[in-house]
């Protein structure tokens, strides 16, 4: 069974700040990878997909690289602003539904 | 477009009441997901549906939770009855098809069993 593993658990950083998120699968075999931002009781947000033939992608200020054959994913955040303030998640597909890690708050200290 | 919708936001019950949540998804899309999130974790997947039929409802607790989607659009979610450990965010998503593309996720039904 899928595993996905998100390291820290949480992050505060001083506004301004580039930085990097960690997330880690543990079945190579995947279709893609979803990086999702999710703000305090609400739903959500899709910032990333890549595909399994691709290595990264890029949308404004967020990169996101896979590197399939290690089981690795990093989200990178640059030049970090206040609104960043939020749970970050990754997410792989399985046979019929998507594997979540747990995910990383991320706080931006203005 | 517009995205996944879902209501009510908000639901406070007490144990043992039953409780429904409603889900309508992107126009066009086959497959819808509800998912669980309980506090701290990430989000669970309770059932699938195809077009209106279930691929995948093993992680459904089917002694208390239903689910059904009617002419493969709307989608309903319900517990009869809840229980304390019920409290969560629940969450609809929809995607064109099953399997590698992009699921959309709607704002969520937050839960809390009294």
């Known amino acids: 069974k899928q595993e996905v593993t998100q390291i820290p658990a949480a992050l505060s950083v001083p506004e301004g700040e580039n930085l990097v998120l960690n997330c880690s699968f543990t079945?190579?075999?995947?279709?893609?990878l979803q990086w999702f931002r999710q703000d305090p009781g609400k739903g959500l947000t899709s910032l990333l997909l890549?595909?399994?033939?691709?290595r990264e992608q890029t949308s404004g200020r967020l990169n996101a690289s896979l590197d399939k054959s290690s089981g690795r994913s990093t989200l990178y955040i640059a030049a970090s602003q206040p609104g960043d303030s939020a749970t970050y998640l990754c997410?792989?597909?399985?046979?019929?539904?998507?594997?979540f890690g747990t995910g990383t708050r991320l706080t931006v200290i203005p | 477009e517009a995205g996944v919708a879902q209501s009510p936001r908000y639901k406070i019950i007490e144990k043992r009441q039953s409780v429904a949540f409603w889900c309508n998804p992107i126009?066009?899309?086959?497959?819808l997901y509800w998912y669980q999130q309980i506090l701290g974790q990430g989000p669970k997947l309770l059932i699938q549906?195809?077009?209106?039929?279930?691929?995948?409802d093993s992680q459904l607790p089917k002694d208390r939770f239903s689910a059904e989607r009617l002419k493969g659009v709307d989608s309903t979610l319900k517990i009869q009855p809840a229980k304390l450990e019920d409290s969560a965010v629940y969450l609809c998503?929809?995607?064109?098809?099953?399997?590698?593309?992009?699921?959309?996720f709607g704002p969520g039904t937050r839960l809390t069993v009294t």
């Open positions: 998503a929809s995607s064109l098809t099953d399997g590698a593309y992009e699921q959309y």
């Open positions: 079945d190579s075999a995947i279709y893609n």
């Open positions: 890549i595909q399994s033939s691709q």
């Open positions: 997410a792989v597909p399985g046979a019929n539904n998507l594997f």
């Open positions: 126009s066009g899309h086959a497959t």
């Open positions: 549906f195809q077009n209106n039929g279930v691929v995948d």
